[in-house]
């Protein structure tokens, strides 16, 4: 079985300062992982993805990613947010070689405040 | 340009009745998938389409209904049976030959109201 926990609902944050983002994952094998960011009445937009290889991923926007297996995580970090990163993300991940589809976190809202 | 095109944006339907939700994409992708959301929940899925002619079952299957007769198009009904029917409905496609990674390619998603 997989499964993704977002530890935090709901993040504030004022502009230009930084951001993290938590996601933390369970499979027993080895997982692919993605974060999409959704604006309002919009669907979710791939931001990055972990598939191998290096552990910190980039989006072109300045976001930023690492990759841990030994805790689980695939944190999303931002060193200086705007006003136009204000948005939900979603982590999601995927068991390589299993059948089942994405399994996604329940959101996490990011405003950031002028 | 490649996409994918979910019509209405918007809905409203009165109790009682059926509604069917349009999906359609022209990235020649296999696998099509329909997902609800709601506030706090994230994204949970309904039913999902790896080949023409077949479906299978997601996690909230039940009050609603599919069917793919075409590669580009999986349209969703959901049918009076379904007890909480507002909410935000996404569609997505992806690759599904090999080297598959699961990533998700998203339409811009109805959003239905009961009234």
């Known amino acids: 079985a997989q499964s993704v926990t977002q530890l935090d609902s709901q993040v504030p944050v004022f502009e230009e300062a930084p951001v993290e983002l938590r996601c933390n994952y369970s499979s027993s094998v080895s997982v692919y992982l993605f974060w999409y960011v959704q604006y309002p009445n919009q669907g979710l937009q791939l931001l990055l993805k972990y598939l191998s290889g290096s552990t910190l991923v980039e989006s072109i926007n300045g976001f930023e990613a690492e990759f841990n297996k030994s805790q689980t995580s695939f944190h999303l970090r931002k060193p200086s947010v705007h006003i136009s990163d204000t948005a939900e993300y979603f982590c999601a991940v995927r068991s390589i070689g299993s059948a089942r589809q994405l399994t996604f976190g329940s959101g996490t809202q990011l405003t950031v405040l002028p | 340009d490649g996409g994918i095109t979910q019509s209405p944006k918007y809905l409203f339907r009165k109790e009682g009745q059926n509604v069917t939700l349009s999906c359609e994409q022209n990235l020649n992708h296999d696998a099509m998938y329909w997902y609800r959301q709601d506030p706090g929940q994230g994204l949970r899925l309904i039913y999902y389409s790896q080949i023409v002619n077949d479906f299978q079952k997601g996690d909230i299957a039940e009050g609603y209904s599919v069917s793919r007769e075409k590669k580009e198009s999986f349209p969703l009904t959901v049918t009076s049976a379904q007890k909480n029917p507002t909410a935000f409905y996404l569609c997505?496609?992806?690759?599904?030959?090999?080297?598959?990674?699961?990533?998700?390619?998203f339409g811009e998603g109805s959003r239905l109201t009961v009234l």
């Open positions: 997505a496609s992806s690759i599904q030959r090999g080297g598959n990674t699961g990533e998700l390619f």
